[in-house]
């Protein structure tokens, strides 16, 4: 059985999906991008600001499905420009402690929904 998880503290889907979906103890996260869910549009600033208004939309999921990102064991990082990886790393890592981080992958691919630079999805296990 699957419990869907949506929380007005990160941003509404933009399609036929939703933000979390829980299966057991397993939490599904759909990809989350730069967008301030209070106002629906992309964050200004640089790939620092973006990452981390991404990783805030993630913990808001999480909060709202009663986990942290202690529970996160694989994180996906979609980027549109590989030469970011340092800054994104940077802001990335702030959330995570080093010795128990999850698995994670990081893919540049030419575009991405609202053509932002950054799309982040988690898998975490309660």
Do not use: W
């Amino acid at each position: 059985m699957k419990k869907i998880i949506n929380t007005p503290h990160a941003p509404a889907p933009i399609g036929p999906y939703n933000q979390a979906v829980l299966s057991g103890n397993t939490l599904y996260m759909s990809g989350s991008i730069p967008v301030d869910p209070a106002t629906g549009a992309v964050v200004d600033g640089d790939i620092k600001a973006h990452t981390k208004q991404c990783m805030e939309n993630l913990k808001a999921v999480l909060a709202a499905a009663e986990m942290t990102f202690e529970n996160v064991v694989k994180t996906s990082i979609f980027i549109a420009d590989m030469n970011q990886f340092s800054e994104i790393n940077e802001v990335y890592a702030s959330y995570f402690d080093a010795e128990t981080a999850p698995a994670r992958e990081t893919v540049e691919v030419a575009n991405l929904p609202k053509f932002v630079s950054i799309e982040i999805s988690m898998i975490a296990v309660k």
